[in-house]
């Protein structure tokens, strides 16, 4: 658990921190192979939340003892397959209440990285994937809201996409 100002003050459960809307610390990472589409991940249907819909390449949770950057490597590797150093990107606090009467309210760290080739998914974790270039990626989300996480749809809306592939892809 943590305040607005990303101090620690104190530990609880996952599951109960999303019951109870307590504001806590996540990662979000964002994979862009080099041509700039970005790689998503549909959750798998038996997540505890969000199940099937598309979101960010991998997203979770650090323990109280390890850095964000180091759960993020490993969780990417667990859920995708891909062993890849990220760089911070930015963080932001957002609250939504999520299906199951969970709510998420979280202090978000998002990565990016650049990956070419073909994931390995762990099935418990992701249901699909798929590489998908901006444009079609706004407009899926504009036409298909319901489709993708809550989460992943205010990253889209916090960061100008475009400028992040450009980026990621020099």
């Given at each position: 658990?943590v305040?607005?100002?990303?101090h ?26 080099s ?10 249907i038996?997540k ?42 930015f963080?932001?606090?957002?609250r939504?209440?999520?299906d ?7 202090l ?11 994931p390995?998914?762990n099935?418990?974790e ?8 901006m ?17 992943f749809?205010l ?6 996409l475009?400028?992040?592939?450009s980026?990621?892809?020099?």
């Amino acid at each position: 658990m943590v305040d607005e100002q990303d101090h620690v003050i104190g530990s609880m459960e996952k599951m109960e921190a999303h019951q109870k809307g307590i504001l806590h610390r996540a990662f979000s990472i964002l994979i862009f192979s080099s041509k700039g589409e970005f790689l998503l991940q549909k959750r798998s249907i038996r997540k505890y939340h969000s199940g099937g819909l598309w979101t960010n390449t991998c997203c979770s949770h650090p323990t109280l003892d390890e850095s964000i950057a180091s759960a993020a490597r490993k969780r990417l590797k667990f859920e995708m397959g891909i062993d890849l150093e990220t760089e911070f990107a930015f963080k932001f606090i957002y609250r939504s209440e999520l299906d199951r009467d969970l709510i998420e309210h979280e202090l978000d760290y998002v990565f990016t990285g650049i990956f070419d080739g073909n994931p390995l998914i762990n099935v418990d974790e992701v249901e699909d994937w798929k590489f998908i270039d901006m444009q079609s990626l706004l407009a899926d989300l504009k036409n298909n809201p319901a489709s993708y996480s809550a989460w992943f749809k205010l990253i889209v809306d916090q960061i100008e996409l475009t400028k992040m592939v450009s980026n990621a892809a020099h």
